[in-house]
């Protein structure tokens, strides 16, 4: 610092400030003359250009010089008092800074005002760093309510899921291969996305990357050897932290492997199911029962289930686990359910307690049902969906019903269909429900089987698909349905355009980030209204948090009108005896 250096060298450096005002008090502050500083600016106004227009790193030191100093000009450069709409430019960093430099000064009203004016995440950080007594006492009522509202969020939780939320309607990605799979992490930032390679006259090897849903940005993370694959038999599971594949081979034996964060083999070649999220990782249906990907594991772990055993009925294993069984999982609420046959049940991940157990009765005798899906609609709600033929008979039809149930009470088949799904149950019945991905693809493929999405899906952003070989094809719906994936083959076995819809989780984006202090009385009804669009819990309470800031700080100037309702929870789905709404 200047103040540390012989006279002759500061006054040298005296002499190299800039010219212009505003270049000069900030010069003035970097090197330790704060008394000249004031004399040149002593309403900070000067600094506050300087500091505007300088780059991020010189800012940074500027803080770091005025609050050494213990200087309370750091507070009238960051952001003044008639200059409020630079909020709108600040970083994180800045506004952590400033938030703490006003409660260090111990200036609440300022303090309570910023916290009026940022972005909803921001906004709650300022608001966690009023004192209790601070956040109830000084202003309106309504305000004084807000503020301790806000103090009770997570400012770094919120950021985090504003963060991930994608900023584009329509991701787009090229990939290189063919058979192209994917599967959302369970946050729903980022996309797993796995395709095979043909080389020497097979499909001898296989990539993954992860495309971040926030940026776009494709990372690869993975490309190695398929072994004997049967076509149309991988999968792909995105646990967040762990990425794992299953990959089958001609005989109908399967391999675990998790390829992120490490490569590792779980299981040598065994019959299993496919793969669902669990709690924890993930859970697969093996011969006796079930088998676990616990995390960091090296092996899977074995539960057994007796009624297994008992209802093969010496047919070939690998046999049932392809064509009359399957199972599904709710993470949040620890429940696995399966179907064995004509049997199904639902048991919690720990201990296996078996939770319900209903036979599936087939409404009509002479018709044969196979491969079944099933999706979790909530703790005490079950979708089944399952393709029924007569024997000998054309193609096969779809069947779908509605079971809920409870852990001590009789399970009822509440509604049933025969036909599409989106015939009797529109996209919009199924909002909000975090659906399996197998019984998904049955819902938005043309007939449940050819793997083709229907062209009238609400979430496609556009119309037609790339030019290519074929149409759409389903990939994985995000969790809590806010996104759709799609992947269109545009040159056979080598190039393939992956497609991530998401109609309205941009949107939500966009205002969650925008500072209360550029609101107006009209974002409260396009709050309410997206509210009712958006499936993701955390958005909705996050959007419910919005509107709450927004009607706090308009007032009487919000036009009511009927407005959109909120959308029906996840119980609605469950129409009714016998399949009446």
Aim: glycine letters at 8%; one cysteine or more.
């Amino acid at each position: 610092m200047a103040a540390e250096l012989p006279e002759t060298d500061v006054q040298e450096l005296l002499a190299a400030a800039p010219q212009e005002p505003a270049d000069a008090a900030a010069y003035l502050a970097l090197i330790g003359q704060s008394a000249q500083s004031r004399a040149l600016d002593p309403d900070g106004s000067l600094l506050a250009l300087a500091y505007r227009a300088a780059p991020t790193d010189v800012r940074e030191r500027l803080r770091t010089v005025m609050a050494a100093d213990g200087d309370t000009d750091v507070i009238r450069v960051v952001v003044t008092g008639d200059q409020r709409d630079r909020i709108a430019e600040m970083s994180y960093a800045e506004l952590d800074y400033l938030g703490h430099q006003l409660a260090e000064h111990r200036l609440w009203d300022e303090l309570r005002r910023l916290a009026r004016d940022l972005p909803l995440a921001k906004a709650v950080a300022a608001a966690g760093l009023l004192p209790e007594r601070e956040r109830t006492s000084g202003g309106a009522d309504d305000a004084v309510g807000l503020l301790d509202t806000l103090a009770q969020r997570s400012g770094g939780q919120l950021r985090a899921m504003v963060e991930r939320l994608p900023q584009d309607r329509l991701i787009t990605r090229r990939t290189r291969g063919a058979r192209a799979q994917a599967s959302f992490s369970p946050c729903a930032s980022e996309l797993a996305l796995k395709y095979s390679i043909w080389k020497w006259g097979k499909y001898s090897e296989f990539a993954m990357e992860t495309l971040s849903i926030s940026t776009g940005a494709a990372t690869p993370r993975f490309i190695g050897k398929s072994g004997e694959v049967a076509f149309g038999n991988e999968s792909i599971l995105h646990l967040g932290d762990e990425i794992i594949v299953r990959m089958r081979d001609t005989a109908r034996l399967c391999r675990i492997i998790r390829v992120l964060p490490d490569q590792h083999i779980l299981c040598s070649s065994s019959e299993l199911s496919d793969m669902r999220r669990s709690s924890r990782g993930a859970v697969l249906l093996h011969p006796a029962g079930l088998a676990f990907v616990d995390p960091g594991a090296d092996q899977l772990r074995y539960e057994k289930f007796p009624r297994f055993s008992e209802n093969q009925g010496g047919s070939r294993i690998s046999a049932w686990l392809d064509s009359s069984s399957t199972l599904t999982t709710l993470p949040e609420s620890r429940l696995i359910a399966f179907i064995n046959r004509s049997e199904w049940h639902v048991v919690s991940e720990s201990g296996m307690e078996i939770i319900q157990t209903a036979q599936v009765s087939d409404t009509h005798a002479d018709k044969v049902a196979f491969s079944p899906a099933l999706s979790l609609l909530s703790p005490h709600s079950l979708a089944l969906h399952r393709f029924v033929t007569h024997p000998g008979k054309g193609e096969a039809e779809q069947h779908s019903e509605i079971w809920e149930f409870t852990p001590k009470g009789t399970p009822r088949r509440t509604a049933e269909h025969e036909g599409a799904v989106l015939d009797r149950w529109p996209p919009e019945k199924w909002q909000g429900l975090a659906l399996d991905n197998s019984f998904a693809a049955r819902i938005l493929t043309e007939n449940g089987r050819n793997g083709y999405v229907r062209h009238d899906l609400p979430w496609l952003q556009r119309q037609v698909s790339p030019h290519g070989y074929g149409r759409r094809e389903f990939l994985a719906l995000s969790p809590w349905g806010d996104m759709l994936a799609t992947n269109t083959v545009l040159e056979w076995d080598k190039l393939n355009v992956c497609e991530v819809h998401s109609p309205h989780l941009p949107s939500a984006r966009e205002l969650l980030e925008q500072p209360l202090l550029h609101s107006g009385p009209q974002d409260v009804l396009r709050v309410r209204e997206l509210r009712t669009k958006v499936g993701d819990p955390a958005v909705r309470d996050a959007l419910d948090l919005l509107a709450t800031c927004l009607e706090e700080r308009f007032g009487q100037d919000i036009t009511l009108g009927s407005g959109p309702r909120t959308a029906g929870g996840t119980t609605d789905i469950a129409l009714g005896e016998n399949g009446e709404g």
